[in-house]
């Protein structure tokens, strides 16, 4: 059974593509398939991982009927992980596609004539709860919120889940709250400690794992790659997202314990 969680934020540079690509990678390389799907019309992780190759065919293409769901989905080296890229789309033509995407039931249909091999679908979407936000939330199981620890990040994190509320009022009961994702945190400013703890005393579902500010996050955003994919030592920032995904499998099989069926353990012996 397929699962799909959304990026949800108000704000912008939070490090929503940044958490996205790293997951979806973590997530894989703990076993589960996966699909990371690029909702952003300006393209981040298409161009991330294809060095601005605008030409990647994806999900804009698929609404228009132009490709089929095979040819949409790109595999990447990585086992287990698979792209579909935002697609070839003329920088004047983003409002029809933000419109194409946003109205009712469109997303839902088009993410289902693709992701029906995955396990997990990692939606990365554009900053802002406009349009492209909401379908996709409409579209999903769990919504996943990064927020900066920094002080005016707190109004955003209500702001995010007021539209989570009425998302799921309206339009898609299932939809879960994944968590609360602290990213950016920075471990020698006191300011960002202060409001890591309202964070933690002021609201439900903050995850334990935080993302700290760190420079290999800007070089490994710089060479398209995850910060797992940097050569030389495995840096501890990407532990941080095995972590994650571990936090992340968690939480879902307590929320959605029909996941649990796809991943059986063999019985196995210590000595
Ligand atoms: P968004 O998708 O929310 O706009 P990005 O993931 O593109 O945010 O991140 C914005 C910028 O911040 C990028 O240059 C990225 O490399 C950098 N960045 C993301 N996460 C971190 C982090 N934990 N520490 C330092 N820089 C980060
Ligand atoms: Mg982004």
Redesign the pocket.
């Known amino acids: 059974m397929t699962h799909r969680i959304t990026m949800c934020?108000q704000k912008?540079?939070?490090?929503?593509?940044?958490?996205s690509l790293n997951l979806a990678l973590a997530m894989a390389e703990r076993g589960r398939k996966v699909l990371l799907v690029d909702l952003?019309p300006q393209g981040?992780i298409g161009h991330a991982l294809a060095r601005g190759d605008t030409e990647l065919v994806g999900l804009a293409d698929l609404l228009m009927e132009q490709i089929s769901p095979e040819e949409a989905v790109l595999p990447t080296r990585v086992p287990n992980l698979s792209l579909l890229p935002r697609g070839r789309l003329d920088p004047v033509d983003a409002c029809e596609y933000e419109l194409a995407v946003g109205a009712r039931g469109v997303l839902s249909s088009s993410l289902s004539r693709v992701d029906g091999p995955f396990d997990v679908v990692v939606i990365?979407t554009p900053?802002g709860l406009g349009l492209v936000t909401r379908a996709a939330l409409a579209a999903s199981d769990f919504a996943l919120m990064?927020f900066q620890a920094e002080p005016l990040a707190l109004r955003s994190v209500s702001q995010a889940l007021r539209v989570i509320d009425r998302v799921r009022l309206t339009e898609n009961p299932r939809l879960e709250l994944l968590g609360i994702l602290p990213?950016?945190v920075d471990r020698n400013n006191d300011p960002s400690h202060d409001v890591m703890l309202e964070m933690w005393t002021g609201f439900e579902g903050v995850l334990d794992t935080a993302?700290?500010?760190?420079?290999v996050?800007?070089k490994?955003?710089a060479m398209g790659l995850p910060v797992g994919f940097l050569p030389g030592r495995i840096s501890p920032?990407a532990r941080r997202f095995e972590m994650l995904a571990a936090e992340l499998d968690t939480h879902m099989l307590m929320l959605k314990p029909e996941m649990e069926t796809t991943h059986e353990q063999p019985q196995r012996a210590l000595l």
């Open positions: 934020s912008g540079g939070v490090g929503k593509t940044t958490v952003d981040g990365d900053s990064p990213t950016m993302i700290p500010r760190a420079d996050f800007s490994a955003s920032e």
